[in-house]
Protein backbone atom coordinates (compact mmCIF):
# COMPACT_ATOMS: atom_id res chain seq x y z
CA UNK A 1 0.00 0.00 0.00
CA UNK A 2 1.10 3.57 -0.39
CA UNK A 3 2.49 5.22 2.88
CA UNK A 4 0.12 6.30 4.57
CA UNK A 5 0.31 10.72 5.18
CA UNK A 6 -2.33 11.16 7.87
CA UNK A 7 -3.37 8.07 10.49
CA UNK A 8 -5.96 8.00 12.65
CA UNK A 9 -5.85 6.44 15.94
CA UNK A 10 -7.92 5.12 19.24
CA UNK A 11 -7.30 8.85 21.55
CA UNK A 12 -5.95 10.85 23.12
CA UNK A 13 -2.49 11.09 23.47
CA UNK A 14 -1.08 8.40 25.70
CA UNK A 15 -3.21 5.62 24.68
CA UNK A 16 -1.78 1.75 24.05
CA UNK A 17 -3.16 2.53 20.73
CA UNK A 18 -0.98 5.21 20.35
CA UNK A 19 2.04 2.87 21.39
CA UNK A 20 1.39 0.21 19.42
CA UNK A 21 0.90 2.67 16.21
CA UNK A 22 4.39 3.73 17.12
CA UNK A 23 6.27 0.45 16.67
CA UNK A 24 4.71 0.03 13.05
CA UNK A 25 6.63 0.93 10.59
CA UNK A 26 3.97 3.30 8.88
CA UNK A 27 3.81 5.95 11.38
CA UNK A 28 6.97 6.90 10.32
CA UNK A 29 6.44 10.27 8.98
CA UNK A 30 2.91 10.30 9.03
CA UNK A 31 0.59 12.47 10.71
CA UNK A 32 -0.79 10.46 14.26
CA UNK A 33 -4.59 11.89 14.56
CA UNK A 34 -6.15 11.19 18.17
CA UNK A 35 -9.58 10.15 17.57
CA UNK A 36 -12.59 9.81 20.26
CA UNK A 37 -13.08 6.20 20.09
CA UNK A 38 -12.71 3.09 17.83
CA UNK A 39 -15.52 3.57 15.98
CA UNK A 40 -14.45 7.42 14.93
CA UNK A 41 -11.43 6.08 14.03
CA UNK A 42 -13.05 3.52 11.11
CA UNK A 43 -15.46 6.47 9.91
CA UNK A 44 -12.93 8.65 9.82
CA UNK A 45 -10.90 5.40 7.35
CA UNK A 46 -14.06 5.74 5.50
CA UNK A 47 -14.89 9.25 4.97
CA UNK A 48 -11.07 10.01 3.70
CA UNK A 49 -10.36 12.37 6.51
CA UNK A 50 -6.94 9.65 7.62
CA UNK A 51 -5.28 7.00 4.99
CA UNK A 52 -5.39 4.70 8.00
CA UNK A 53 -6.49 3.98 11.23
CA UNK A 54 -5.03 1.97 14.45
CA UNK A 55 -7.84 0.27 16.72
CA UNK A 56 -7.81 -2.55 18.78
CA UNK A 57 -9.23 -5.48 18.21
CA UNK A 58 -8.67 -8.38 20.84
CA UNK A 59 -6.70 -8.73 23.75
CA UNK A 60 -5.83 -11.79 25.85
CA UNK A 61 -8.15 -11.53 28.48
CA UNK A 62 -11.33 -9.75 27.51
CA UNK A 63 -10.72 -11.44 23.75
CA UNK A 64 -11.96 -9.40 21.09
CA UNK A 65 -13.14 -6.01 21.13
CA UNK A 66 -16.95 -5.57 19.92
CA UNK A 67 -17.29 -2.82 18.44
CA UNK A 68 -13.92 -3.02 16.09
CA UNK A 69 -15.30 -6.22 14.68
CA UNK A 70 -18.82 -4.84 14.14
CA UNK A 71 -17.22 -1.67 12.21
CA UNK A 72 -15.02 -3.68 9.98
CA UNK A 73 -17.72 -5.12 8.64
CA UNK A 74 -19.81 -1.80 7.63
CA UNK A 75 -20.00 -0.26 4.86
CA UNK A 76 -17.79 0.59 2.61
CA UNK A 77 -15.30 -1.77 2.87
CA UNK A 78 -11.91 -1.76 4.85
CA UNK A 79 -9.23 -3.68 5.13
CA UNK A 80 -6.41 -5.09 7.66
CA UNK A 81 -2.90 -4.55 6.54
CA UNK A 82 -0.63 -4.78 9.63
CA UNK A 83 -0.97 -5.98 13.05
CA UNK A 84 0.89 -5.29 16.29
CA UNK A 85 0.91 -6.52 19.60
CA UNK A 86 1.82 -4.65 23.13
CA UNK A 87 1.99 -5.87 26.72
CA UNK A 88 -0.58 -3.85 28.39
CA UNK A 89 0.91 -2.67 31.38
CA UNK A 90 -1.82 -0.79 33.76
CA UNK A 91 -1.30 2.40 36.40
CA UNK A 92 -3.47 3.17 38.76
CA UNK A 93 -2.86 7.47 38.77
CA UNK A 94 -4.79 10.03 40.34
CA UNK A 95 -3.59 13.66 40.94
CA UNK A 96 -0.56 14.43 43.13
CA UNK A 97 -1.36 14.25 46.50
CA UNK A 98 -4.03 12.10 45.99
CA UNK A 99 -4.46 8.80 48.86
CA UNK A 100 -5.91 5.13 47.97
CA UNK A 101 -8.53 6.29 50.73
CA UNK A 102 -9.40 9.49 49.19
CA UNK A 103 -10.10 7.53 45.60
CA UNK A 104 -14.13 7.66 45.33
CA UNK A 105 -14.38 6.98 41.98
CA UNK A 106 -12.16 5.16 38.89
CA UNK A 107 -12.28 5.52 35.28
CA UNK A 108 -11.07 3.49 32.05
CA UNK A 109 -11.63 1.97 28.89
CA UNK A 110 -14.22 -1.18 29.65
CA UNK A 111 -11.29 -3.16 28.37
CA UNK A 112 -8.95 -2.00 30.85
CA UNK A 113 -11.30 -2.29 33.52
CA UNK A 114 -12.30 -5.87 33.20
CA UNK A 115 -8.16 -6.71 33.48
CA UNK A 116 -7.98 -4.85 37.12
CA UNK A 117 -11.21 -5.80 38.11
CA UNK A 118 -9.87 -7.65 41.00
CA UNK A 119 -7.56 -5.39 42.35
CA UNK A 120 -10.05 -2.73 42.25
CA UNK A 121 -12.34 -4.88 44.40
CA UNK A 122 -9.35 -5.77 47.02
CA UNK A 123 -8.02 -1.96 47.14
CA UNK A 124 -11.01 0.24 45.97
CA UNK A 125 -13.92 -1.87 47.20
CA UNK A 126 -16.09 1.38 47.71
CA UNK A 127 -14.96 3.48 44.64
CA UNK A 128 -17.62 4.16 41.23
CA UNK A 129 -16.32 2.17 38.40
CA UNK A 130 -17.26 4.23 35.25
CA UNK A 131 -16.05 3.77 31.77
CA UNK A 132 -14.61 6.09 29.66
CA UNK A 133 -13.43 6.08 25.49
CA UNK A 134 -9.93 5.06 26.26
CA UNK A 135 -7.54 5.51 28.99
CA UNK A 136 -6.10 8.09 28.33
CA UNK A 137 -8.86 9.28 28.40
CA UNK A 138 -9.90 8.27 32.01
CA UNK A 139 -6.42 9.97 32.59
CA UNK A 140 -7.70 13.49 31.36
CA UNK A 141 -10.53 13.15 33.56
CA UNK A 142 -8.45 13.14 36.63
CA UNK A 143 -6.72 15.69 35.21
CA UNK A 144 -9.98 17.96 34.83
CA UNK A 145 -11.30 17.24 38.36
CA UNK A 146 -14.02 14.26 37.10
CA UNK A 147 -12.87 11.40 38.42
CA UNK A 148 -10.24 10.73 41.65
CA UNK A 149 -8.36 8.14 39.40
CA UNK A 150 -7.72 6.56 36.32
CA UNK A 151 -6.34 2.68 35.05
CA UNK A 152 -4.10 3.82 32.40
CA UNK A 153 -0.55 3.49 31.16
CA UNK A 154 2.34 4.86 33.07
CA UNK A 155 2.81 7.37 29.84
CA UNK A 156 -0.61 8.78 30.61
CA UNK A 157 0.62 9.90 34.31
CA UNK A 158 3.20 11.81 32.10
CA UNK A 159 1.24 13.31 29.68
CA UNK A 160 -1.04 14.89 32.17
CA UNK A 161 1.26 15.64 34.95
CA UNK A 162 -0.74 12.69 37.34
CA UNK A 163 0.85 11.08 39.86
CA UNK A 164 1.15 6.64 40.07
CA UNK A 165 -1.06 5.35 43.07
CA UNK A 166 -0.16 1.89 42.76
CA UNK A 167 1.90 0.10 39.59
CA UNK A 168 1.30 -2.74 37.75
CA UNK A 169 -2.23 -3.72 38.88
CA UNK A 170 -3.42 -5.90 36.09
CA UNK A 171 -5.16 -9.04 37.73
CA UNK A 172 -3.36 -11.23 35.42
CA UNK A 173 0.13 -9.91 34.40
CA UNK A 174 1.27 -10.38 30.85
CA UNK A 175 -1.63 -9.78 29.15
CA UNK A 176 -1.01 -8.32 25.36
CA UNK A 177 -3.00 -6.77 23.40
CA UNK A 178 -3.61 -6.65 19.79
CA UNK A 179 -3.75 -3.59 17.50
CA UNK A 180 -4.63 -3.66 13.75
CA UNK A 181 -4.11 -0.64 10.98
CA UNK A 182 -6.98 -0.73 8.76
CA UNK A 183 -6.77 1.43 5.51
CA UNK A 184 -9.73 1.00 2.20
CA UNK A 185 -8.72 -1.97 0.32
CA UNK A 186 -6.15 -1.91 -2.13
CA UNK A 187 -3.24 -3.87 -3.28
CA UNK A 188 -2.24 -6.49 -0.80
CA UNK A 189 0.35 -6.73 1.51
CA UNK A 190 3.37 -8.96 0.12
CA UNK A 191 3.26 -12.70 1.73
CA UNK A 192 6.22 -12.99 3.91
CA UNK A 193 5.81 -17.10 4.77
CA UNK A 194 4.11 -15.55 8.24
CA UNK A 195 0.55 -14.08 7.83
CA UNK A 196 -2.62 -14.10 8.68
CA UNK A 197 -6.04 -13.99 6.33
CA UNK A 198 -9.23 -12.37 8.25
CA UNK A 199 -12.42 -13.02 7.26
CA UNK A 200 -15.98 -12.40 8.20
CA UNK A 201 -18.79 -15.01 6.61
CA UNK A 202 -22.82 -15.20 7.23
CA UNK A 203 -24.60 -18.84 6.31
CA UNK A 204 -27.80 -20.07 6.45
CA UNK A 205 -29.25 -20.91 9.70
CA UNK A 206 -29.46 -24.79 9.07
CA UNK A 207 -27.46 -27.54 10.74
CA UNK A 208 -24.10 -28.54 9.29
CA UNK A 209 -23.86 -25.02 7.44
CA UNK A 210 -20.96 -23.64 9.67
CA UNK A 211 -19.19 -27.17 9.59
CA UNK A 212 -19.35 -27.23 6.20
CA UNK A 213 -17.28 -23.55 6.36
CA UNK A 214 -14.61 -24.76 8.57
CA UNK A 215 -14.46 -28.07 6.58
CA UNK A 216 -13.60 -25.96 3.74
CA UNK A 217 -10.41 -24.53 5.27
CA UNK A 218 -9.10 -28.07 7.63
CA UNK A 219 -9.36 -30.22 4.06
CA UNK A 220 -6.90 -27.63 3.01
CA UNK A 221 -4.38 -27.59 5.79
CA UNK A 222 -5.28 -24.16 6.97
CA UNK A 223 -4.79 -23.40 10.79
CA UNK A 224 -8.12 -21.53 11.68
CA UNK A 225 -6.48 -19.37 14.88
CA UNK A 226 -9.87 -17.48 16.12
CA UNK A 227 -13.40 -17.73 15.75
CA UNK A 228 -16.13 -15.19 17.09
CA UNK A 229 -19.45 -14.10 16.08
CA UNK A 230 -21.51 -11.13 16.42
CA UNK A 231 -24.99 -10.20 15.91
CA UNK A 232 -25.83 -8.79 12.26
CA UNK A 233 -27.44 -5.86 12.55
CA UNK A 234 -29.73 -6.02 9.87
CA UNK A 235 -31.17 -9.51 10.42
CA UNK A 236 -32.50 -10.72 13.38
CA UNK A 237 -30.88 -13.98 14.94
CA UNK A 238 -28.27 -14.08 12.16
CA UNK A 239 -24.55 -13.81 12.93
CA UNK A 240 -21.57 -12.83 11.49
CA UNK A 241 -18.69 -15.00 12.15
CA UNK A 242 -15.64 -13.55 12.33
CA UNK A 243 -12.51 -15.67 11.65
CA UNK A 244 -8.30 -15.32 11.52
CA UNK A 245 -6.83 -18.10 9.47
CA UNK A 246 -2.71 -18.87 8.95
CA UNK A 247 -1.64 -17.91 5.91
CA UNK A 248 -2.35 -15.35 2.76
CA UNK A 249 -4.30 -14.98 -0.29
CA UNK A 250 -1.71 -15.81 -2.79
CA UNK A 251 -1.12 -19.07 -1.08
CA UNK A 252 -2.51 -21.66 -3.35
CA UNK A 253 -4.75 -23.61 -0.48
CA UNK A 254 -6.13 -20.00 1.25
CA UNK A 255 -6.96 -18.99 -2.35
CA UNK A 256 -8.90 -22.10 -2.96
CA UNK A 257 -10.29 -21.48 0.20
CA UNK A 258 -11.41 -18.44 -0.21
CA UNK A 259 -13.13 -19.14 -3.65
CA UNK A 260 -14.67 -22.61 -1.61
CA UNK A 261 -15.92 -19.99 1.21
CA UNK A 262 -17.55 -17.16 -1.47
CA UNK A 263 -19.91 -20.36 -2.80
CA UNK A 264 -20.67 -21.42 0.36
CA UNK A 265 -21.34 -18.42 2.52
CA UNK A 266 -24.38 -16.06 2.20
CA UNK A 267 -21.91 -13.03 2.63
CA UNK A 268 -18.27 -13.16 2.91
CA UNK A 269 -15.94 -10.53 3.77
CA UNK A 270 -12.64 -10.24 3.09
CA UNK A 271 -10.85 -8.55 5.73
CA UNK A 272 -7.04 -8.66 5.15
CA UNK A 273 -3.71 -10.63 4.57
CA UNK A 274 -1.12 -9.06 6.03
CA UNK A 275 2.07 -10.16 8.30
CA UNK A 276 1.77 -11.45 11.79
CA UNK A 277 2.55 -9.91 14.97
CA UNK A 278 3.13 -13.10 17.08
CA UNK A 279 5.96 -15.13 17.06
CA UNK A 280 7.10 -17.36 14.37
CA UNK A 281 7.69 -21.03 15.07
CA UNK A 282 11.27 -20.77 13.36
CA UNK A 283 12.46 -17.75 15.36
CA UNK A 284 13.16 -15.52 11.55
CA UNK A 285 12.06 -11.91 12.86
CA UNK A 286 8.87 -10.98 11.91
CA UNK A 287 8.36 -10.25 7.70
CA UNK A 288 11.57 -12.12 7.33
CA UNK A 289 10.45 -13.55 3.72
CA UNK A 290 8.84 -16.68 2.62
CA UNK A 291 12.00 -19.17 1.71
CA UNK A 292 10.67 -20.86 4.64
CA UNK A 293 7.22 -22.93 3.32
CA UNK A 294 4.76 -24.25 6.27
CA UNK A 295 4.42 -27.96 5.24
CA UNK A 296 0.73 -28.12 4.72
CA UNK A 297 1.22 -25.22 2.06
CA UNK A 298 3.84 -27.05 0.08
CA UNK A 299 1.96 -30.13 0.23
CA UNK A 300 -0.81 -28.63 -1.44
CA UNK A 301 1.23 -26.80 -3.94
CA UNK A 302 2.84 -30.27 -4.97
CA UNK A 303 -1.00 -31.66 -5.25
CA UNK A 304 -1.61 -28.69 -8.00
CA UNK A 305 1.59 -29.48 -10.02
CA UNK A 306 0.46 -33.11 -9.78
CA UNK A 307 -3.20 -32.04 -10.96
CA UNK A 308 -1.20 -29.41 -13.83
CA UNK A 309 0.98 -32.66 -14.97
CA UNK A 310 -1.95 -35.09 -15.35
CA UNK A 311 -4.36 -32.16 -17.30
CA UNK A 312 -0.93 -32.03 -19.44
CA UNK A 313 -0.83 -35.64 -19.77
CA UNK A 314 2.63 -36.13 -18.21
CA UNK A 315 1.38 -37.97 -15.14
CA UNK A 316 -0.76 -41.64 -14.87
Excluded at 39 to 53: E, H, I, T, Y
Excluded at 133 to 138: C, F, N, R, Y
Excluded at 287 to 292: K, T
Aim: overall charge negative; hydrophobic content about 40%; aromatic content about 4%.
Amino acid sequence: MDQPRRIGFLGPHATFTEQALWTLPESAGAELVPLPGAPAVLAAVRDGSVDAGCVPIENTVEGAVPPVLDGLVAEPPLVIVREARIAVRFCLLGRPGTDLADVRSVASHGHGIAQVRGRLAADLPGAEIRVSSSTAEAAAQVARGEVDAAVAAPLAAEQHGLAVLADDIADNPGAVTRFVLVTPPGPLPEPTGWDRTTLAATTTNRPGTLLGLLTELSVRGIDLTRIESRPMKDRHADYWFHLDCSGHAADPAMGEALAALHRRCDRLRFLGSFPRSDERPDGRPDGAGSSVVPPELESHAESLRWLAAVRDGAAT
